[in-house]
Nanobody, 118 residues
Framework: VQLVESGGGLVQAGGSLRLTCEAD????????MAWYRQGTGEQRELVAS???????TYTDSVKGRFTISRNDTKSRMYLQMSSLTPEDTDVYLC?????????????WGRGTQVTVSS
């Protein structure tokens, strides 16, 4: 399974970006998908998640600014980010998990850099 992120880049504070995670298998296969972010030397932080049924969660710092969504037809997950601040600067990683025969499997993309300038 491969997850490939795209859409990162450099944006000014207050701007917007949309990240895309594309899977090489139907994303309906996964129980959950999520976006994490990680800065250099920092712990990975869960930003937002979405279940197969479409239920979403967000970390407090992005509520009202970020929206996670999925398009099962295209096997893509998205993260629409608005009102960006320099504190949102990080590498953003796509994550997916599924359980088969009671064994949990998880997959990670390689990440896409988001840089917000002040």
């Amino acid at each position: 399974v491969q997850l490939v992120e795209s859409g990162g880049g450099l944006v000014q504070a207050g701007g917007s970006l949309r990240l895309t995670c594309e899977a090489d298998i139907p994303i309906g296969t996964f129980d959950n998908m999520a976006w994490y972010r990680q800065g250099t030397g920092e712990q990975r932080e869960l930003v937002a998640s979405i279940t197969r049924e479409g239920r979403t969660t967000y970390t407090d710092s992005v509520k009202g600014r970020f929206t996670i969504s999925r398009n099962d037809t295209k096997s893509r997950m998205y993260l629409q980010m608005s009102s960006l601040t320099p504190e949102d600067t990080d590498v953003y990683l796509c994550h997916a998990d599924l359980t088969i025969w009671l064994k949990e499997l998880e997959y990670w993309g390689r990440g896409t850099q988001v840089t917000v300038s002040s």
